[in-house]
């Protein structure tokens, strides 16, 4: 069962890579700011590799997350399936990243432009027309994370099932009480 179970969990990880509305496109990607305190954001899957159990992302270098991840190399990533009620827990080390022109070029000319701005993200603006763009430069790099351990919880009756998968043990699954 807990075989199963894992290879279920990569398979959803698959489907969101290709299927736009799966639930599991979308999660929160937490890093550790300053002062210790946890920061949570949305991102969106942009790569899995089910082999080596790697997710890739999508940011401006610039961003607090690529702070963050200067000063550790540790995140949590958190997934949920509200129709499944299924979440997903990956405690994940950053493991590259790239400022790959090709990847850049093959994002949506719409999209490219979140990249360009003159401002770094975070930066306080008078107003959202305010935000003004640079020609020619962008600020894009992908990030590439190793999953180090995965813990899934579904809610379901008679019994919520939670397990756990870590790298370290060669991802042999155990149960947890949920």
Sequence with gaps: ????????????????????????????????????????????????????????????????????????????????DPKKLWQ?????????????????????????KDYTTILAPGSEISNPEAITYLDGENFFVSLKFEAVSIESLKLKRPHHVRTRFDKENKWKGIFLVP
């Design 1 to 80: 069962m807990l075989s199963e179970i894992f290879e279920q969990i990569k398979d959803q990880w698959v489907r969101a890579k290709h299927q736009k509305k799966h639930p599991f496109r979308y999660f929160v990607l937490s890093t550790v700011g300053p002062n210790s305190f946890p920061l949570a954001r949305t991102v969106v899957l942009r790569n899995f590799d089910s082999q080596a159990l790697t997710f890739t992302l999508y940011t401006d270098h610039r961003s607090q997350k690529m702070t963050d991840l200067r000063a550790s190399k540790n995140a949590c990533l958190l997934f949920y």
């Design 88 to 112: 997903i827990q990956v405690q994940a080390r950053l493991l590259q990243q790239s400022s790959d022109p090709a990847l850049y070029q093959q994002i949506p000319l719409s999209a490219q």
